[in-house]
């Protein structure tokens, strides 16, 4: 090993360690950047049209986004939807079809309140579909979320029992809903009306998502850079043993010859 080929060999396989070492850590870099948390204002009451557009899907920055926005009510196009927990306890949802105030009127729904009894969230959703018939504009405000895919009901369980906020569903029971456009999402009202109880809509955690393919090539270059020391460690240690070996076939042969040497000799005498 104290061979100046060798130690040159080992500065070598130093070098190309150090290098495979700057590689993983700047995968490691790019696996932790990609990772990083967007701060992001969803408390902060923005207009819907500024975040998203009738028809286009709803952005990942704007989902759990604080919206307000002018429109009205539908009367008569309120929905209840089953299975909805709020503070851990399962209940009833009433969701409205809500025009917004833009040319061709999309629509948006709207998940009113919630209730722990159906016959309570039934009550309730036809008052509003009377108040609601009035056509008032107003301003709501809520957490925009994106539009839940319809479930299948499960086997015992009322097929005409709505238990998702499904976009693609509920316009199909909207009433004069005719080629006109509609929001990839919905909205939980701020505020309940009479006899229905706030929804728990919290403001969202942030995920932090890794980049697991970067940290997967980190792993790989720091093996890289472990084996290029491991490469020469094991042509040292081949070199020593063929050394090795020859030096012991050396001395075999040597102790070959000698006693023959010795016998030659004897006789001669």
């Not at 998940?111 to 009377?130: C, H, I, K, P, S």
């Not at 040292?236 to 012991?248: H, I």
């Amino acid at each position: 090993m104290v061979r100046p080929r060798w130690i040159l060999a080992l500065l070598g396989a130093l070098a190309v360690a150090a290098v495979f070492a700057l590689l993983g850590q700047w995968q490691l870099k790019s696996a932790m950047e990609s990772g990083e948390v967007e701060e992001r204002t969803t408390e902060v009451v923005q207009p819907l049209t500024e975040v998203a557009n009738p028809a286009d899907p709803i952005r990942q920055t704007a989902t759990g986004q604080m919206v307000s926005v002018d429109g009205h009510f539908i009367g008569g196009d309120e929905q209840i939807i089953a299975g909805r927990l709020n503070g851990g306890v399962a209940g009833y949802w009433v969701v409205s079809h809500f025009a917004v105030e833009l040319p061709d009127s999309p629509g948006i729904p709207v998940a009113r309140g919630w209730a722990a009894d159906a016959e309570t969230a039934e009550q309730v959703a036809a008052t509003l579909a009377e108040h609601d018939s009035a056509a008032e504009t107003i301003s709501i405000t809520g957490r925009l979320l994106p539009s839940e895919g319809p479930e299948v009901p499960a086997d015992g369980t009322d097929p005409h029992e709505m238990r998702t906020v499904a976009v693609s569903a509920l316009i199909n029971l909207w009433s004069d809903f005719d080629n006109q456009s509609v929001y990839t999402a919905y909205i939980v009202g701020a505020d309940a009306p009479a006899g229905l109880a706030e929804i728990d809509s919290p403001e969202p955690n942030p995920e932090i998502e890794l980049n697991w393919l970067n940290i997967f090539y980190a792993v790989e270059w720091a093996v890289f850079a472990g084996f290029a020391v491991f490469l020469w460690y094991r042509l040292v240690r081949d070199a020593w043993e063929r050394e090795r070996e020859a030096a012991e076939e050396a001395a075999a042969q040597d102790a070959a010859v000698t006693p023959a040497a010795d016998e030659s000799l004897s006789e001669r005498a």
